[in-house]
């Protein structure tokens, strides 16, 4: 059984780089592209900008309307006062083009504050401690230990992540009641200083959306919420499930839908991963690397589409991109939950992860470019793409966008090292890019759909994030999906005057993380 198992971790290629081992890597973006994607990103562009159509016919119908004098308007009172039909048609068409206007209108969504858990210290889990435990249970075998070794020290994690009390208890206690605590702890822990942060009272959220992937007890996690924080009978709850890494985002664009059709309301988001009932205790290689990588955490997020709102938001959320490759059977089965041979539970990473991640990434890219990219980057693109695809010019070297020049921050999922490493190739990102998503995979480890937000915590705690920069936060995960938001700042985050999860720390980072080969999410 230890060969057997050995011998799949190997053919995984998933773990770091070893005698005989090749590192993983995402396909070249570019040199696949597919025009439909192109095609698709252009279509969300355009369909979500038709209003805009009605605004320079208002403006010159105004600029025209500037230069009639009061004698004008008196004539054309005189000819239409007596003209009930014309008065009446005028007045119909005026009222229909200003409900048209106003209904078809996207409404803004505010990003007003959002808070990030910091579990307490007792929950620090080292690297030894992680070790320690693990060889305690009496659960693996001695070559798994020395496998389960190799992907801490090279993973990108650090010291002082956290695990739950009971999977670091001697021995473990996995169970329901302890499960529900630690979904307890990191959700109303983030929620309760989110209300601090915003003065906003629990009553006033009309829509709630939570997000945990693994753990789905009855009644809900949202449940949980509503009964915790006694919600209005009427809020609109939702609870998604089983959805990986990126659920955080898609929780997102479904508040930002419900948003568009519930006016004055505010929208909580919350995401996070539980650990309790999910922790790995056989000795498959492709499910013990959830184990290593995977830690406790969670975020919420205050959404509204009150105008009055944007004075003291944060953010506003520009677009959101999704990308589902479900329907690929390879996709499908690259992230999936299920029994070992031993009928032990864990969730399993298939060798194709890379390359699933990499055709997820670069669609959703793909689709996302025409609708942020400067227009001398997207006729740059355009040309050598066509010229490739349609011309067969092969010789042309295909042309990379650069998308620093469509965003000042970039928030990368933080599921592991090789993939923020092959992504930080493929878009050539400096360092200072990459900095906000490896500072949070090594001080909090891979917080599964919260991570997004550790990271732009990070950026907002250096002092980074000033009025009109923008964010790009993209997430992969299970499914498979790749989906992605873009926020624009609304004024400049001083980072001394509100509680933040590294602000008590941000004087150590960045610290150096050697870069050698490890495991992706």
Same mark, same amino acid.
């Given at each position: 059984?230890?060969?057997?198992?050995?011998?799949?971790?190997?053919?995984?290629?998933?773990?770091?780089?070893?005698?005989?081992?090749?590192?993983?890597?995402?396909?070249?973006?570019?040199?696949?592209?597919? +025009?439909?994607?192109?095609?698709?990103?252009? #279509?969300?562009?355009?369909?979500?900008? /038709?209003?805009?159509?009605?605004?320079?016919?208002?403006?010159?119908?105004?600029?025209?309307?500037?230069?009639?004098?009061?004698?004008?308007?008196?004539? +054309?009172?005189?000819?239409?006062?007596?003209?009930?039909?014309?008065?009446?048609?005028?007045?119909?068409?005026?009222?229909?083009?200003?409900?048209?206007?106003?209904?078809?209108?996207?409404?803004?969504?505010?990003?007003?504050?959002?808070?990030?858990?910091?579990?307490?210290?007792?929950?620090?889990?080292?690297?030894?401690?992680?070790?320690?435990?693990?060889?305690?249970?009496?659960?693996?075998?001695?070559?798994?230990?020395?496998?389960?070794?190799?992907?801490?020290?090279?993973?990108?994690?650090?010291?002082?992540?956290?695990?739950?009390?009971?999977?670091?208890?001697?021995? %473990?206690?996995?169970?329901?009641?302890?499960?529900?605590?630690?979904?307890?702890?990191?959700?109303?822990?983030?929620?309760?200083?989110?209300?601090?942060?915003?003065?906003?009272?629990?009553? $006033?959220?009309?829509?709630?959306?939570?997000?945990?992937?693994?753990?789905?007890?009855?009644?809900?996690?949202?449940?949980?919420?509503?009964?915790?924080?006694?919600?209005?009978?009427?809020? @609109?709850?939702?609870?998604?499930?089983?959805?990986?890494?990126?659920?955080?985002?898609?929780?997102?664009?479904?508040?930002?839908?419900? +948003?568009?059709?519930?006016?004055?309301?505010?929208?909580?988001?919350?995401?996070?991963?539980?650990?309790?009932?999910?922790?790995?205790?056989?000795?498959?290689?492709?499910?013990?690397?959830?184990?290593? /990588?995977?830690?406790?955490?969670?975020?919420?997020?205050?959404?509204?589409?009150?105008?009055? $709102?944007?004075?003291?938001?944060?953010?506003?959320?520009?677009?959101?991109?999704?990308?589902?490759?479900?329907?690929? $059977?390879?996709?499908?089965?690259? @992230?999936?939950?299920?029994?070992?041979?031993?009928?032990?539970?864990? @969730?399993?990473?298939?060798?194709?992860?890379?390359?699933?991640?990499?055709?997820?990434?670069?669609?959703?890219?793909?689709?996302?470019?025409?609708?942020?990219?400067?227009?001398?980057?997207?006729?740059?693109?355009?040309?050598?793409?066509?010229?490739?695809?349609?011309?067969?010019?092969?010789?042309?070297? %295909?042309?990379?966008?650069?998308?620093?020049?469509?965003?000042? #921050?970039?928030?990368?999922?933080?599921?592991?090292?090789?993939?923020?490493?092959?992504?930080?190739?493929?878009?050539?990102?400096?360092?200072?890019?990459?900095?906000?998503?490896?500072?949070?995979?090594?001080?909090?480890?891979?917080?599964?759909?919260?991570? +997004?937000?550790?990271?732009?915590?990070?950026?907002?705690?250096?002092?980074?994030?000033?009025?009109?920069?923008?964010?790009?936060?993209?997430?992969?995960?299970?499914?498979?999906?790749?989906?992605?938001?873009?926020?624009?700042?609304?004024?400049?985050?001083?980072?001394?005057?509100?509680?933040?999860?590294?602000?008590?720390?941000?004087?150590?980072?960045?610290?150096? @993380?050697?870069?050698?080969?490890?495991?992706?999410?």
């Amino acid at each position: 059984m230890a060969v057997q198992n050995q011998n799949q971790g190997e053919k995984l290629n998933l773990g770091p780089e070893s005698a005989g081992s090749r590192k993983p890597a995402l396909p070249n973006f570019l040199l696949s592209v597919k +025009l439909k994607y192109v095609k698709l990103g252009y #279509h969300y562009l355009i369909s979500n900008a /038709l209003y805009l159509l009605l605004v320079p016919l208002l403006a010159a119908a105004s600029a025209h309307l500037s230069t009639l004098t009061a004698d004008d308007f008196f004539h +054309l009172w005189q000819q239409l006062k007596f003209n009930f039909v014309s008065v009446t048609l005028c007045s119909g068409l005026l009222v229909f083009l200003t409900t048209v206007y106003f209904t078809t209108r996207p409404r803004k969504i505010y990003l007003v504050n959002f808070a990030c858990y910091k579990p307490e210290p007792a929950r620090t889990c080292t690297r030894e401690m992680f070790m320690e435990r693990s060889k305690l249970t009496g659960s693996f075998y001695d070559e798994n230990l020395a496998f389960q070794q190799k992907i801490l020290e090279r993973s990108g994690l650090g010291q002082n992540t956290y695990m739950p009390e009971a999977v670091m208890r001697v021995p %473990p206690n996995p169970c329901m009641v302890e499960a529900r605590k630690e979904a307890e702890m990191v959700m109303f822990g983030a929620i309760d200083e989110l209300l601090e942060k915003t003065g906003v009272k629990a009553k $006033d959220i009309g829509i709630l959306v939570v997000n945990c992937s693994l753990f789905n007890p009855t009644p809900s996690l949202s449940s949980m919420v509503v009964n915790h924080y006694k919600l209005r009978g009427n809020v @609109v709850s939702y609870n998604l499930g089983g959805m990986g890494c990126s659920a955080g985002l898609i929780s997102i664009d479904l508040a930002k839908q419900l +948003l568009q059709v519930h006016p004055n309301s505010y929208a909580l988001v919350v995401s996070m991963e539980n650990i309790t009932l999910n922790w790995y205790f056989g000795n498959d290689r492709s499910m013990l690397l959830s184990n290593c /990588l995977f830690r406790m955490g969670g975020a919420a997020i205050l959404l509204s589409n009150r105008s009055s $709102d944007h004075r003291r938001s944060k953010y506003q959320l520009m677009h959101a991109v999704r990308t589902h490759k479900g329907a690929d $059977d390879r996709a499908y089965n690259c @992230v999936f939950q299920k029994e070992d041979d031993t009928k032990r539970v864990g @969730v399993a990473l298939s060798k194709d992860l890379m390359a699933v991640a990499g055709e997820a990434l670069k669609t959703n890219i793909t689709t996302l470019g025409p609708i942020v990219l400067p227009m001398s980057e997207q006729l740059l693109f355009f040309a050598t793409l066509v010229a490739r695809k349609v011309f067969k010019m092969k010789n042309i070297k %295909p042309y990379i966008p650069d998308f620093k020049l469509a965003f000042e #921050h970039f928030c990368i999922h933080a599921g592991g090292r090789a993939v923020l490493d092959e992504i930080e190739k493929n878009l050539e990102l400096s360092d200072w890019h990459m900095e906000p998503s490896r500072m949070t995979l090594y001080r909090f480890g891979n917080t599964s759909s919260s991570s +997004l937000w550790y990271e732009l915590a990070y950026s907002e705690a250096k002092g980074r994030v000033r009025k009109g920069d923008r964010m790009w936060q993209i997430a992969f995960g299970s499914g498979f999906k790749c989906n992605s938001a873009v926020w624009k700042a609304l004024r400049t985050v001083k980072p001394a005057k509100e509680k933040n999860p590294w602000i008590d720390e941000i004087h150590e980072f960045p610290v150096e @993380v050697p870069k050698v080969s490890a495991v992706a999410s």
